[in-house]
């Protein structure tokens, strides 16, 4: 039979990826071109995108050299085929990343609902108290576990969070003295990423023996790993006291899952502590993404990196959670920021917070017991028969095996097993939750040789651990021990049952807002779909549960998919090379600056510190700026938001012997197409500057110019925002860099797992070589299932809905700046300063009246203050734009009414949204306007209703208060 390739290629376009993920139809698409008087998308992008930066325009060429989309389906079985060629084995290469089991509920009912997954941060606290409450139960966990009076709700990863330390000790600590010293026995990733942090600090490191070499520098902070890397138990208390005599600081990185037995740091005089809660329930994932904890003494709660998440009242008096301290968010200190930390890993967070509710801690004891009970086991078979290891552990054995070492490691990996190699003598062995009792008896066999006979119930019955006296019978010394509770609040105890963890899951993700409800129309952030498809592998074994440093032979799959996806970036943005370590935006502006410096330096340049920045720019750019040594120099914007390019000629001539870089985001901040970018990018370059262009905004560009061929050097590429990467309720997020070809050599590498390429000795940014390579796949899908056309088409579509709005609110509102042809790139701002002025209703009161009607609100007084941002993505559909539309047409109605006096200024639903179930059956009702008009603002909006669960929260209550911690449970009953 004849093959119809018209008739299969009309079936495959049928089943094809984009016209599921872009919302418009093509009728939706004709009307809005037809409300802005075009004929189509080329017309569009014709009118709104500068010809001199167009790929067509530039170079003839076709906009992007990436095949067509597959079908879901036809993806799927692709990368399915990659997966086979993963082996995982089982892993005891420890060094933080460790085998768990996820609790089923938790990973249908969390990691795989978009209900937690496509939220958005909780900036709106008002709906998301859901994932602020699990949060808030992150927070406690951490500070019971670590003894420490405030912790945060989370950073990157372990590595990253000691560096941080690094910074907040050379900040706080009463020592002026330049040296960090770090522990020997500290993880090697993290002592990498310590090192690349200082360089540009004016930090020295020293790395030795806190117990020998301490006293031998003037210190003024200390990073110590408890228990170390080897297995040892760290005498934290002693290495404290010695450091205190020089009025240094201590840092300690720790195991959540060690410290159910282990004293805490805390309590042994830390003044920081820090790590990973990655063994609490979240894959290893080839190194991510795992949220990392942070937590400190009550004396450094205002200077600690990240968000934490803090316990207010709202207007009704009740109890309510909201992001704390704000004013330390990095768009508002800007090069004077602590950190450029402006994101944390909080759906991994809630997993591992979930983790401990679920467990209590009498299950996460039994689980610490039982870890440390296979590991004495593992040790009293191993030294019976002469095999030499540390006699203080909790879980990790570094055995001396000379020249054996190989011999070992190659029957491990015949049985299926990874062990760590440590040096040319030694092995490191790491027991976790997964591991058996058949597992040690493999393991005896692999180290000793088949035929020991040695009899796994023989050697348990010899150990009587945790029964009185333990000394010399187990690797934990009486004096090392945990004897006060912890977890002791109500949360961590009622939640046992599969029907009550359900069932706490399910009402804490209904407090909450997400891509489920509606539009989340925020600016900047791009909160597209994150399509069912690109988010399975994430589960899938072969993704998840392979270990960062597993051999490279045994993740081929992996590579694959990593190569293909940086060769698709690296032509979708005209870059030379790809690095995909840095594992959040923050991460990206930092690794990209840092490539800069390295480059400048190695050509004689490092006398160059200048970073120009226009004034509208994202607060992380100049955190990042400051982060790696430079000056910031501000760079004025006209009154159309443009950067202004006689002032950029000035401070560039003015500064040019010392012009290390630009730092620009295209199309801007303030949402237009700049005509000028190559003549900004030509002015920098001619005064012997590098460009950095923010990605912030690539969702305007794909397939459409591409910054490394009209004038960067540098981008980091928001995954998270353009590549469908879902935000997780404030993380996680991935930020790899493009570089062109001169920087390439500078990009980051690892020392544990160190990455092809001409970057031999560069230091590492994350503490993974992939950075969180578990979500690349979401990525790699997207872009493989809508292909050459179908990336295109994204940001076409994505310009349009963009430019609908922005005409269709314009006759209600001040749209503040507009681009070429009157036109906005992929977001608008509208301008509320008027209004405010007018009747005293601000861009906050829009913002929480925007709940009412169904919708979380757009970015608020960013990048310019009292404005709204206005994001809808290329995968909101043309009604739903309309609806949002109609909800700011009748919320200007709204103001008119008190603009008019006809509500009093005081008491008006804008000022005292948004409104709940409680104002529904408030017996004493006084306001000028009814129950209907408050909860009920559109007519059809009861169907679907979404309702928040808080009024309006206090801010400055919640600030004059600090609460970082679970209230009691007297907090939660209702008031009279």
Known sequence: ???????????????????????????????????????????????????????????????????????????????RSLADQNKVNKSYIGMGYYNTHIPNVILRNVLENPGWYTAYTPYQPEISQGRLESLLNFQQMVMDLTGMEVANASLLDEATAAAEAMALCYRSSRSK?????????????????????????????????????????????????????????TDVASIVAKAKEQKAMVSVATDLMALML??????????IALGSSQRFGVPMGFGGPHAAFFAASEKLKRSLPGR?????????????????????????????????????????????????????????????????????????????????????????????????????????????????????????????????????????????????????????????????????????????????????????????????????????????????????????????????????????????????????????????????????LATITGY???????????????AGLLAIRNYQEANGQAHRNICLIPSSAHGTNPASAAMVGMKVVVVDCDENGNVDVEDLKTKAEQHSDNLSCLMVTYPSTHGVYE??????????????????????????????????????????????????????GGGPGMGPIGVRSHLAPYLPNHCVSPIAGDNEGMGAVSAAPFGSASILPISYLYIVMLGQQGLQKSSEVAILNANYMAEKLAAHYDV??????????????????????????????????????????????????????????????KDEIDRFVSAMIAIRKEVRKVQEGQWPTEDNPLCNAPHTMADLVDSDWSHPYSREEAVFPLKGSMNGKYWPTANRIDNVYGDRNFICSCPSIENYQEKD
């Open 1 to 79: 039979m004849a093959v119809d390739k018209q008739a299969l290629r009309i079936l495959e376009q049928s089943n094809a990826f984009t016209g599921r993920h872009i919302g418009p139809d093509q009728a939706q698409q004709q009307a809005m071109l037809s409300e802005l008087k075009l004929n189509s998308l080329s017309d569009l992008i014709e009118q709104t995108v500068p010809k001199a930066i167009r790929s067509l325009a530039t170079s003839g060429e076709s906009p992007l050299a990436i095949a067509p989309g597959k079908t879901e389906v036809q993806a799927l079985k692709y990368l």
């Open 177 to 233: 003295n330049p040296v960090f010293f770090v522990a020997d026995d500290v993880h090697p990733q993290t002592i990498d990423v310590i090192k690349t942090r200082a360089e540009h600090m004016g930090i020295q490191v020293a790395v030795g023996n806190p117990n020998t070499d301490l006293e031998k520098h003037d210190i003024f902070g200390v990073q110590l790993q408890y228990p170390g890397t080897y297995g040892q138990i």
């Open 262 to 271: 282990l004293k805490s740091p805390g309590e042994l005089g830390a003044d």
């Open 308 to 568: 934490i998440i803090g316990v207010s009242i709202d207007r009704r008096g009740n109890p309510a959670y909201r992001m704390a301290m704000q004013t330390r968010e990095q768009h508002i200190r800007r090069e004077k920021a602590t950190s450029n930390i402006c994101t944390a890993q909080a759906l991994l967070a809630n997993i591992s917070a979930f983790y401990a509710v679920y467990h209590g801690p009498e299950g996460l004891k039994t689980i610490a017991e039982r870890i440390h009970r296979l590991t004495t086991i593992l040790h009293k078979g191993l030294t019976t028969l002469g095999v030499q290891c540390n006699n203080s552990y909790f879980d990790t054995l570094t055995l001396k095996v000379g020249s054996q070492q190989e011999a070992i490691y190659n029957r491990a990996l015949e049985a299926g097993c990874n062990l760590r190699r440590i040096g040319f003598d030694q092995l490191g062995i790491s027991i976790d939750e997964t591991t058996t009792a058949e597992d040690i008896t493999q393991l005896l066999n692999i180290i000793l040789g088949q035929g020991q006979d040695l009899d796994i119930q023989t050697i348990d019955n010899q150990i009587t651990l945790f029964e009185g006296k333990s000394e010399g019978k187990s690797g934990l010394k009486d004096e090392h021990r945990r004897t006060d509770p912890v977890l002791t609040h109500p949360t961590f105890n009622r939640y046992h049952s599969e029907t009550d963890m359900l069932r706490y899951l399910k009402r804490l993700e209904n407090k909450d807002y997400s891509l489920t409800h509606g539009m989340i129309p925020l600016g900047s952030c791009t909160m597209k779909l994150n399509a069912t498809a690109e988010m399975i592998p994430v589960s899938w074994p072969e993704f998840a549960n392979i270990h960062p440093f597993a051999p490279r032979d045994q993740v081929k799959g992996y590579t694959t998919m990593i190569n293909e996806l940086e060769t698709a």
């Open 576 to 590: 030379d090379k790809i690095s995909m370590q840095p594992n959040s935006g923050a991460q990206g502006e930092y």
């Open 675 to 728: 005509e000028e970018i190559r003549t900004i990018c030509d002015i920098v370059h001619q005064h012997g500057g590098q460009v950095y262009m923010d990605g912030a905004n690539m969702n305007a560009l794909v397939g459409i110019a591409k910054p490394g061929k009209f004038g960067s050097d540098v981008s980091h590429l928001n995954l998270h925002k353009t590549f469908a990467i879902p935000h997780g």
């Open 816 to 877: 503040l700046y507009r681009g070429r042809n009157n036109k906005v790139a992929h977001e608008c701002i509208i301008d509320i300063r008027p209004i405010k002025e007018a009747c005293g209703v601000t861009e906050e009161d829009i913002a929480k009246r925007l709940m009412d009607y169904g919708f979380h609100a757009p970015t608020m007084s960013f990048p310019v203050a009292g404005t709204l941002m206005i994001e809808p993505t290329e995968s909101e559909s």
